[in-house]
């Protein structure tokens, strides 16, 4: 099997300075990268304790079984929830440099999620093409954890409440933040970005 070695962005301009190698090349694959921008969309599927909460605006909404169902769960210690965080993701031809309309593939995208600004789980999802025409690229992410376990402070109508401001009829992504560190091919190679950046649901955001 072929090993893929990522090197970091720092690494390669130090390296590529010294040797003096290629110099409009490289400044053109960075620019290309840093063109890249991310944005949260909306969270759809959500689903607590595997009853469906997307079409419910409120606690009140929920039926009696599925209430039964979702306190029987929290009084044993346990609510599962499970949900797909849309991630949209950009790359525009500006004008500002780089190659035109060279499309970037993002070889991996590490992640993590944070809720109300607390750190919950992480993970990666790679080999996403993104077109160098401005136009947004979906990423659907799915997510799959406990919210007891990093909730354990708050009460049960807290938590069917923040399932559903997240994922429920009238739910957003407005309480999350995705911090990321991307890994881009270039004709160098793999490179990965110096450090994370948050995405967030209000704006497009870059390195």
Request: net charge positive.
């Amino acid at each position: 099997m072929k090993k893929i070695y990522k090197v970091s962005l720092f690494t390669v301009l130090i390296s590529l300075s010294v040797l003096n190698i290629g110099c409009t090349g490289v400044m053109d694959a960075i620019t290309n990268m840093q063109r890249l921008q991310f944005k949260l969309d909306k969270v759809t599927g959500m689903k607590l304790a595997g009853v469906p909460l997307s079409n419910i605006g409120s606690i009140s909404n929920i039926s009696l079984l599925d209430a039964a169902n979702l306190l029987a769960n929290f009084t044993q210690g346990k609510l599962p929830v499970e949900f797909t965080l849309n991630v949209l993701a950009r790359n525009p031809n500006d004008g500002t440099g780089g190659t035109k309309n060279t499309a970037a593939v993002i070889k991996n995208l590490g992640w993590r999620l944070f809720i109300d600004s607390r750190e919950t789980i992480n993970g990666n999802v790679g080999n996403i093409s993104v077109p160098g025409i401005g136009q947004a690229t979906n990423i659907p992410i799915g997510m799959s954890f406990d919210l007891i376990r990093f909730f354990n402070d708050a009460g049960y109508d807290n938590l069917l409440n923040l399932a559903l401001a997240l994922g429920g009829k009238n739910g957003s992504s407005s309480r999350v933040t995705l911090k990321v560190q991307p890994t881009v091919e270039t004709v160098f190679g793999p490179i990965t970005y110096p450090g994370e950046f948050d995405v967030i649901d209000k704006e497009f955001r870059a390195q």
